[in-house]
């Protein structure tokens, strides 16, 4: 949403210099790439790698090891949330029918920045790469990042990071570094119909 980046543009220069401490959750080394590079000029980030709906396993762990060479790459703290997937079934049953980028989409979103924000105890502000991704709606994002912030007291930093050719800088990032860029979401329900 226009007005998303046009709020965060305008934190971004209220902020006058001073880099305040900011955990970043990270769905993918990849849509961190822009992230990280775009808001390092504003905030000392820690990464917080939350993402229990990631499937398989195996997968999981590729993700998890790309992430964790990004951050050594660029010197950035990396930390690890824990990978339970039964979390992730609970948060979207009843969904599972749910197109991608639908309802099923926006309680994962939903889910993983209430982990974020209930870990940014001790931070000014608590954001996520999710909305680098064209397929993410980074108003519904936004939405509930907004009310965690007033849930748990720490200042949500309302973003759309696509915007100004974020994405695109993000595959173009990942490419020149050589990062794994996965082919679907991470749930199983994202998985194309063949390999399930």
Not at 6 to 33: D, F, I, N, Q, R
Not at 154 to 174: E, N, P
């Amino acid at each position: 949403m226009k007005g998303d980046f046009k709020e965060m543009e305008s934190l971004l220069a209220a902020l006058g210099g001073v880099k305040k401490k900011l955990l970043l959750h990270s769905c993918c080394a990849p849509c961190s790439t822009h992230a990280v590079k775009f808001l390092r000029q504003f905030f000392d980030i820690t990464v917080f790698y939350f993402n229990p709906n990631i499937y398989p396993d195996a997968e999981y762990i590729k993700r998890l090891n790309e992430q964790k060479k990004l951050c050594a790459l660029w010197n950035v703290p990396v930390v690890e949330g824990d990978y339970e997937p039964s979390r992730f079934y609970a948060a979207v049953r009843g969904l599972e029918g749910e197109k991608e980028g639908g309802a099923r989409c926006d309680v994962c979103c939903a889910f993983r920045l209430e982990e974020t924000a209930k870990r940014a105890a001790g931070y000014d502000y608590f954001a996520t790469t999710l909305t680098v991704s064209p397929l993410k709606n980074a108003a519904a994002i936004n939405a509930s990042g907004r009310a965690l912030d007033e849930k748990y007291g720490v200042s949500y930093l309302v973003a759309d990071l696509k915007k100004k050719d974020g994405y695109l800088d993000s595959v173009r990032t990942s490419k020149e570094l050589g990062l794994y860029r996965q082919h679907y979401c991470g749930c199983a329900f994202s998985l194309p119909e063949e390999e399930r």
